[in-house]
């Protein structure tokens, strides 16, 4: 079955970065574009970045960009989220989520993972 | 940026009644928006896909319907595990890909 493990959540200064990662397992990774999406505490859903399949285009929330990096290795499964110049409004947790196979444009999430908290506070 | 309004913010109801939610676009969204379910300490699950489509596992109480700005799901008789909040999302003009701020289904 899908499975999608977010990890690297944690407390974190203003300013610092923090590094997020996805590992998925129970199907071909390589196919799927990959999410990002967050939901501060109390509040709704924010989509914030997208890969596609192969990891040669991106896409980002302008809430986010120029301070976060949507990445992944296909080798090791893995889909990250470098999050640099944080900010106290990022303060969220942060889910990972399969999007469409190939270059589909069926955006939608249809597995997500559990969740990482991250909290920017000094 | 494509907005999606859901109403209402809350609906308080009794299991085996019918519920009907509502989200409307800032501009025609064609077919191309989600339900997602999300019950607390956990994460969203994906219901309904270009409006009138069940994803896998979902059961058949809970339909889509409408097009161009005006959507709605409808829960035609709530059991105990549906409880819970529900997002619409558009995937027609992105990015950014948008979310509704979401209608509360409590029990009354």
């Known amino acids: 079955q899908v499975q999608l493990v977010e990890s690297g959540g944690g407390v974190v200064q203003p300013g610092r970065s923090l590094r997020l990662s996805c590992a998925a397992s129970g199907y071909t990774f390589s196919n799927y574009a990959m999410h990002w999406l967050r939901q501060a505490p109390g509040n709704g859903l924010e989509w914030v970045a997208l890969i596609s399949y192969g990891g040669g285009n991106k896409y980002y929330a302008d809430s986010v960009k120029g301070r976060f990096t949507i990445s992944r290795d296909n080798s090791k499964n893995t889909l990250y989220l470098q999050m640099n110049s944080l900010r106290a409004e990022d303060t969220a947790v942060y889910y990972c989520?399969?999007?469409?196979?190939?270059?589909?444009?069926?955006?939608?999430?249809?597995?997500w993972g559990q969740g990482t908290l991250v909290t920017v506070s000094s | 940026e494509i907005v999606l309004t859901q109403s209402p913010a809350t609906l308080s109801l009794s299991p085996g009644e019918r519920a009907t939610l509502s989200c409307r676009a800032s501009q025609s969204v064609s077919t191309y928006l989600a339900w997602y379910q999300q019950k607390p300490g956990q994460a969203p699950r994906l219901l309904i896909y270009d409006a009138s489509n069940r994803a896998t596992g979902t059961p058949a109480r809970f339909s889509g319907s409408g097009s161009g700005t005006d959507f709605t799901l409808t829960i035609s008789s709530l059991e105990p595990e549906d409880f819970a909040v529900y997002y619409c999302?558009?995937?027609?003009?992105?990015?950014?890909?948008?979310f509704g701020g979401g209608t509360k289904v409590e029990i009354k």
């Open positions: 999302q558009q995937r027609s003009n992105w990015p950014p890909l948008t």
């Open positions: 989520a399969r999007g469409p196979m190939y270059d589909s444009s069926n955006c939608y999430m249809d597995y």
